[in-house]
């Protein structure tokens, strides 16, 4: 079975502090992707990467970076963490084989970030 | 734009009762993906089932079926006689030639005993 895991299930920062949340996958997927879920707005796009070290933006990227240096690693990066950071964070991980599209994301169990 | 709207926030049944999660759909795109997810309360989605734009066909899987209607752009979700563990935020969401998902907002079930 594929295994995404993400390094916490739950962190509490302060304003300003430079945040990292991990994501490792085990099943060789050339395709990894970050979401952030907020009630009412369902899960939103920050970034995703094809490829190590290519990342894209998705549809909300502002205040958010990324690194891929390895296949399976793949990290999300809040520079200075405010408060509209608060979120549930959700990891994906998918094949490329074929039409990219058609191939569902495995997701990992989430992390909620609280930013005080 | 492509967009996905699951209009019912959340929905609340008796256990053995049948529900249908709505979810439509805008996309441009000529070959396209639906899917839906289940969340349960641990937090991990769950994948629940892929369609492409060209297969109309319902499928059941057993206490769960689909119905896809390219005519009305929908992909609606059917639990028959559901159970306390089908409580759970379940998202529709769909992928086009960008490689990327777009979920609806998602709807929160809960199935009482």
């Known amino acids: 079975d594929v295994k995404v895991t993400q390094s916490s299930r739950y962190l509490v920062k302060r304003t300003g502090e430079k945040v990292f949340l991990e994501c490792v996958q085990d099943?060789?997927?050339?395709?990894m992707f970050w979401y952030r879920q907020d009630p009412g707005l369902g899960l939103r796009l920050i970034y995703f990467?094809?490829?190590?070290?290519?990342?894209e933006k998705g549809d909300i990227p502002e205040g958010y970076s990324v690194s891929r240096e390895k296949k399976e690693r793949f990290s999300l990066i809040l520079e200075s963490a405010s408060t509209n950071q608060t979120s549930m964070y959700l990891c994906?991980?998918?094949?490329?084989?074929?039409?990219?599209?058609?191939?569902?994301?495995?997701f990992g169990p989430g992390t909620r970030l609280t930013v005080t | 734009a492509q967009k996905v709207t699951q209009a019912q926030t959340e929905i609340s049944v008796v256990e053995k009762e049948d529900v249908t999660l709505d979810c439509v759909y805008e996309?441009?795109?000529?070959?396209?993906?639906l899917f839906w997810y289940k969340q349960p309360p641990s937090g991990e989605l769950v994948f629940l089932i892929r369609?492409?734009?060209?297969?109309?066909q319902n499928e059941i899987s057993g206490r769960y079926s689909w119905n896809f209607q390219k005519s009305t752009s929908s992909f609606n979700f059917t639990i028959t006689a559901s159970q306390v563990v089908d409580s759970a935020v379940y998202f529709c969401?769909?992928?086009?030639?960008?490689?990327?998902?777009?979920f609806g907002q998602g709807t929160t079930l809960q199935v009482k005993p």
């Open positions: 994906a991980s998918t094949s490329r084989g074929g039409r990219v599209e058609s191939y569902e994301q495995y």
């Open positions: 099943m060789d997927h050339e395709n």
């Open positions: 990467s094809y490829d190590v070290k290519m990342k």
């Open positions: 996309t441009r795109d000529t070959t396209y993906y």
């Open positions: 369609r492409n734009s060209f297969d109309e």
């Open positions: 969401a769909l992928s086009g030639n960008t490689g990327k998902l777009i």
